[in-house]
């Protein structure tokens, strides 16, 4: 669980959805987490899904789950400047003393123009 | 219900002093967490408290640093003659007894070592 990948930038037009991606490497159940970082503050948790799942919904955002390629989205619909801020990916560790940590992507930042 | 709360938000330190930073859990939370946010990085796990016990210390560098969350008060992360590469925002988070599924974050404390 320590490798998770996310593509570094992502930009896109004010009221279209956004996708943000990740990668990650623990293969066994787990749970998985999107956090957004605004400038300056710390992070604020969006949504969370356990690994046995596909999909999970929450108003305007999707996240989708393929455990087979250990690929997991985040998508955003109907985009706002609101929404620009850098997006972290998180696996939490599965094994033991390991249980409590999270592994974060280094995050993706979204700028969203109006 | 107030979030998880840090202080100082902001820390300035000259090389060599010892820079003590504090984060009080959401009410109900026993189960705090240090990360340590370099500039345009992920976060990475430092150490994993319980209430007067630490679960997963792996995270922390062995000399200088130290962390502890007693019985009564916040939970103390403790850097002692700092160095430049100290330099970097420590976010705190805390989760309640019942599960480790939500990690709350706290505002962070961006420390700054002259």
């Known amino acids: 669980g320590e490798d998770v990948e996310q593509s570094l930038f992502l930009s896109v037009r004010e009221g279209d959805s956004s996708v943000i991606n990740c990668t990650y490497t623990d293969s066994s159940s787990t749970y998985l987490y999107w956090y957004k970082q605004e400038p300056g503050a710390g992070l604020q948790l969006l949504t969370y899904?356990?690994?046995?799942?596909d999909m999970k919904q929450d108003q305007r955002l999707t996240v989708l789950l393929n455990k087979k390629d250990k690929h997991l989205s985040l998508r955003i619909a109907d985009t706002q400047t609101g929404d620009s801020a850098i997006y972290f990916c998180?696996?939490?560790?599965?094994?033991?003393?390991?249980?409590?940590?999270?592994?974060f992507g280094r995050g993706t930042q979204l700028t969203v123009w109006p | 219900n107030a979030g998880v709360m840090q202080n100082p938000r902001h820390l300035v330190r000259r090389r060599g002093q010892e820079a003590r930073l504090r984060c009080s859990p959401m009410?109900?939370?026993?189960?705090v967490y240090w990360y340590r946010q370099l500039p345009e990085e992920g976060l990475k796990f430092m150490v994993y408290?319980?209430?007067?016990?630490?679960?997963?210390e792996s995270g922390m560098p062995k000399e200088r640093f130290s962390a502890e969350f007693p019985k009564e008060g916040p939970s103390i992360l403790r850097i002692q003659q700092v160095v430049r590469g100290d330099s970097a925002a420590y976010f705190c988070a805390s989760s309640p007894p019942s599960g480790m599924n939500e990690q709350f974050f706290g505002p962070g404390t961006r420390l700054t070592v002259l």
């Open positions: 408290l319980q209430k007067e016990n630490i679960i997963d």
């Open positions: 998180a696996e939490r560790g599965i094994r033991g003393s390991t249980l409590g940590r999270l592994y």
């Open positions: 009410k109900g939370h026993s189960h």
């Open positions: 899904i356990f690994s046995n799942m």
